[in-house]
């Protein structure tokens, strides 16, 4: 089999399973692969090939050359986290091969994952968060409400585009979203976010299809979410950490800093397992740690502490 044949047959195994931008993730990196390759037979590729494709990602001088929004490349090489992508997909393919039996033994198995840099975690930071709501405000009722759905929410950019009339519950402060494969999940509507979309849906153009949030050709897609976002951060002068998914970023950390537990915000995330949740945001901040220590209450009251004082010598 041709590398072509391997990643189009690894695709149509994911399709009806996962969702639609998942295939696209796939699909980016996987052909990135192939065209490093060339459309050898699978059998052939060897764990040094897979290395030295790798090298050449870590060398790439630009970034974004083929991103869905159609932005332009930028220079500077690939991050870390997109590199990693960009092998755990190379090795996700060759995992496959093998338990399709399409290969003697998975090539990949020994092709190291980059490390993950152990920084500051994701998120549109609460100053960047407040200046884009109040640019938003000013641009539109429909800017506005989709700022304010995301943060309310933590939803994915998918589950923001794909929103239906129907999955607005106001009364209730409620909705639901479908991502990830078509699994369909409640979010919380904040108040904020009921008076956004009250207003936009005021003004909203009358049209056929039933997506709550339009653009000039019908249905918002995700280019045009996330151009919308871009135009709400330039006028807000914010330079970095603003797109669809470090919105979702901030409320995720924002429900565990308030103390919530690990196993509802997983469950509020969205996520599959508990430890996808643990591995993206098992540690806080500082400032947002000591927040959530400064709110957990002593075993005895402040009139106890005197009797745990040091008597002056």
């Given at each position: 089999m041709q590398m072509t044949q391997s990643v189009e047959a690894f695709l149509l195994s994911l399709n009806g399973v996962a969702s639609k931008a998942t295939l696209v993730w796939y699909r980016r990196r996987l052909n990135c692969l192939v065209a490093f390759l060339g459309d050898v037979d699978v059998q052939a590729v060897t764990i040094q090939d897979l290395r030295r494709w790798r090298v050449g990602l870590c060398e790439r001088t630009t970034r974004y050359a083929d991103h869905p929004s159609g932005r332009s490349a930028l220079q500077g090489g690939l991050s870390k986290h997109t590199l990693h992508g960009y092998v755990r997909a190379a090795k996700r393919l060759f995992a496959w091969l093998e338990?399709?039996?399409?290969?003697?033994?998975?090539?990949?198995?020994?092709?190291?994952?980059?490390?993950?840099?152990?920084g500051k975690p994701k998120g549109i930071e609460h100053t960047d968060l407040a200046?884009?709501?109040?640019?938003?405000?000013?641009?539109?009722?429909?800017?506005?409400?989709?700022?304010?759905?995301?943060?309310?929410?933590?939803?994915?950019?998918?589950?923001?585009?794909?929103?239906?009339?129907?999955?607005?519950?106001?009364?209730?402060?409620?909705?639901?979203v479908t991502e990830k494969g078509n699994k369909t999940r409640v979010v919380q509507l904040i108040p904020k976010a009921v008076e956004a979309l009250r207003a936009y849906l005021q003004v909203r153009p009358d049209s056929e299809d039933d997506h709550v949030f339009l653009g000039i050709r019908g249905p918002l897609k995700y280019s045009g979410l996330y151009q919308i976002l871009e135009r709400i951060a330039q006028a807000a002068g914010v330079k970095s950490g603003w797109n669809p998914h470090n919105w979702r970023h901030r409320r995720i950390r924002d429900w565990q800093a308030a103390g919530v537990s690990l196993g509802l915000v997983s469950q509020a995330a969205g996520h599959s397992q508990e430890s996808v949740t643990a591995d993206i945001y098992g540690r806080l901040p500082d400032d947002e740690?000591?927040?959530v220590l400064d709110q957990v209450p002593l075993p005895f009251s402040p009139e106890d502490m005197v009797a745990f004082s040091i008597a002056p010598s």
């Open positions: 338990e399709e039996n399409l290969i003697a033994q998975n090539t990949a198995r020994r092709l190291e994952l980059p490390k993950l840099p152990k200046a884009m709501l109040e640019t938003a405000a000013k641009m539109g009722e429909r800017e506005l409400a989709l700022c304010w759905f995301f943060y309310s929410t933590g939803a994915r950019a998918a589950g923001v585009v794909g929103l239906k009339l129907s999955d607005l519950h106001l009364e209730s402060g409620r909705a639901h740690l000591m927040n």
